[in-house]
C-alpha cells in the first residue's frame, strides 16, 4: 500500500447553508414584530376604550343605570340625545363656535402661509428672527398672558357695529384674533418647512415666464401646499373649536359663548346625569370628527410628505 492510500482520509468540511443562519434571526424578528403589535393593540384598545364606554353609556336611560350599575348591559333609549339638544342649546352655541372657528382658521392658514413663504423663499439678516418671533408665542402659556390680554382688549375702542361693548371685551372678534395669535406660529414653522423642500428650478421657469411673487404665491406656492394645508386645517378646527379658556375670559355673555359651555347646562344642582353629558360630549365632538374623516386623505399625506427628502 502506497503512503497516499494510507494516509487517513479527512471528511471534506460542510458548506454551511446561508439560510439556516438566518432562519433563527428571522424567527425572533417576527417574534418581535408580534410583540409590537400585540402591545400596540392592548394601548389602542386602552386609548380607545373611556371613548366607548362613553358612547354606550349615551344610549343608556339614567334610571336604568342608576339601579343596575354602570357595568351592565341594557337600558338604551334616544331620550339623552334629544335632552342633550334642548337643555344644553346646542343650535345656538354650534353658531358661536362656528362664528368664531370658520374665520380664526382662514386667517390662520392665510397668515402663516404669508410668513412661511417670506421665510423660506427670500434670504435676508432676520429671517430666522422672524420665524422664532412668530413660533414664541406657542412657548408661553396662554394662563401667563392672561391679565395682560384682558388689559390690552378692554382697552382698545373698536365700533359698536364692531362690538356691543365697544371694546375688543365680549366680541367674537377678540376670540379670533386671540386664536390667530396664538396658533399662526405654529401653522407658519410647518409650512415653511414644507416650502423649503419645493424645487427652486420652479421658481426660477416662474421668474422667466414672468410671474412675480404674488404670482408665485398665489399660482404656485399655494396649490402644492394642499396637502400640508389640509393637514393644519384638521389640526387648528380641533384646537380652536375645542378652545374654552380664552372664552371664558374674554366673553362675558352667555348667548355668544361656544358649544363647550353647553355641558355646564348639563349638570343638574343635585346631581349630574353622566349619560346626558356623555351624549352631549359625543354631539360637541361629531363635526371634528366629521372633518377629520372628510380630510383623513389629505391629513394623512400632509404628515408624510417631505419626510424622506434630504
Keep these: 500500500m502506497t503512503a497516499a492510500s494510507e494516509a487517513p482520509q479527512t471528511a471534506a468540511p460542510r458548506s454551511r447553508n446561508p439560510l439556516s443562519s438566518r432562519r433563527p434571526q428571522g424567527v425572533g424578528q417576527q417574534k418581535g414584530n408580534r410583540g409590537i403589535q400585540i402591545f400596540l393593540a392592548v394601548v389602542a384598545l386602552i386609548w380607545i376604550f373611556p371613548v366607548g364606554y362613553a358612547l354606550l353609556n349615551s344610549f343608556r336611560n339614567y334610571a336604568y343605570t342608576a339601579k343596575h350599575g354602570y357595568l351592565s348591559f341594557g337600558g338604551f333609549t334616544l331620550d339623552n340625545y334629544r335632552n342633550a339638544w334642548q337643555q344644553a342649546d346646542f343650535s345656538h352655541t354650534m353658531l358661536n363656535s362656528a362664528y368664531i372657528t370658520i374665520p380664526a382658521v382662514l386667517l390662520t392658514l392665510f397668515l402663516s402661509c404669508c410668513v412661511a413663504f417670506v421665510v423660506s423663499r427670500f434670504s435676508f439678516k432676520f429671517n430666522l428672527a422672524l420665524l422664532g418671533m412668530f413660533t414664541a408665542a406657542n412657548l408661553l402659556p396662554p394662563q401667563a398672558l392672561l391679565i395682560p390680554v384682558y388689559r390690552m382688549f378692554r382697552a382698545i375702542q373698536v365700533p359698536f357695529w364692531f362690538s356691543d361693548s365697544g371694546t ?16 399662526t ?16 428650478e420652479l421658481y426660477e421657469s416662474a421668474v422667466v415666464d414672468g410671474a412675480g411673487v404674488l404670482r408665485q404665491f398665489f399660482q404656485l406656492t399655494l396649490p402644492l401646499c394642499r396637502p400640508p394645508l389640509a393637514a393644519l386645517a384638521t389640526l387648528e378646527v380641533t384646537w380652536i373649536y375645542n378652545e374654552f379658556f380664552w372664552a371664558t375670559v374674554l366673553l362675558q355673555s352667555g348667548d355668544k359663548f361656544p358649544v363647550t359651555s353647553s355641558i355646564n347646562n348639563l349638570r343638574g344642582q343635585f346631581f349630574t346625569d353622566n349619560n346626558l353629558v356623555a351624549a352631549g360630549s359625543v354631539v360637541i365632538a361629531l363635526p371634528t370628527l366629521i372633518i377629520f374623516f372628510v380630510l383623513q386623505k389629505q391629513f394623512v399625506a400632509g404628515l408624510t410628505l417631505g419626510a424622506t427628502k434630504g
Design 168 to 183: 375688543l371685551l365680549n366680541s367674537y372678534w377678540g376670540l379670533i384674533l386671540v386664536n390667530v395669535a396664538f396658533q
Design 185 to 200: 406660529g405654529f401653522c407658519a414653522f410647518v409650512l415653511s418647512n414644507y416650502m423649503k423642500t419645493l424645487p427652486r
